[in-house]
């Protein structure tokens, strides 16, 4: 993994994520209905079903806004090492040979003003 890309853990972590959500969800749904079975009244019963579909639907859409979430991460990761890879290396040398003139003025003007 040390070699991977960030971009790609990011997603695999997403799915392993997605999985367990999904896991619990269908869990908790399987419990709802379960009680649902078991109810005495068919207003309760009803009520454990209608529980047991919320939760399924809360689970799906809790479920794309994490997939969304990861995917707008790895994409954004992936986008900003290729800009790091295609800048120019020179724009740091620049920087250094501007930094020695303004050093040297600065050592003569300390000079000056001694004399």
Known sequence: ??????????RQ????????????AKERRDRFNSLAAKA???ETGDRFKMMAKATMEQANAAAKRLQMSAD???????RSMRLAASTPVTV???KAKDEKPAKKAAKKAK???KT
């Open 72 to 78: 707008n991460v790895a994409d954004s990761y992936a």
């Open 13 to 24: 972590l997403a799915r392993q994520l997605h999985a367990g959500l999904m896991t619990r």
């Open 92 to 94: 740091k040398a620049e």
């Open 40 to 42: 005495k009244g068919k």
């Open 111 to 113: 000079v000056k003003k």
């Open 1 to 10: 993994m040390a070699e991977a890309d960030l971009d790609v853990v990011i």
